[in-house]
């Protein structure tokens, strides 16, 4: 089973910056996809972005140039660097790994087998 655990949520005020964490536990970080997810109140879950074992990365369009998602394979943790933050960008942030799931599509929550339990990101005017 894999085990994910985020961190670093917290209140910024628009236009700065937060760093969220994800400690991977269960499987190696390198050899599987993963993602950032995130859900607004009222609002559907949406995909933030995705990085392969290889290192390529895929981004929403709301958020391309302004975020970046990363990973340190040897400590099995999973980054998701935020700037120019907006109130837009208030919701729950998930991360999710594949599992033994085969993902077609990267920015596909559905195609995701395992989750974390979120860590809140408020961001006010």
């Known amino acids: 089973q894999v085990h994910l655990a985020e961190s670093g949520g917290g209140s910024v005020q628009a236009g700065g910056s937060l760093r969220l964490s994800c400690v991977v536990s269960?499987?190696?970080?390198?050899?599987?996809?993963m993602g950032w997810f995130r859900r607004a109140p009222e609002k559907e879950r949406e995909a933030v972005a995705s990085i392969r074992d290889d290192g390529t990365t895929t981004y929403a369009d709301s958020v391309k140039g302004r975020f970046s998602i990363s990973k340190d394979n040897a400590k099995n943790i999973l980054y998701l660097q935020m700037s120019s933050l907006t109130p837009e960008d208030t919701a729950m942030y998930y991360c999710a790994h594949e599992g033994e799931v085969v993902v077609a599509d990267p920015l596909d929550g559905s195609q995701y087998q395992y989750w974390g339990q979120g860590t809140q990101v408020t961001v006010s005017s």
């Open positions: 269960g499987y190696s970080a390198d050899s599987h996809y």
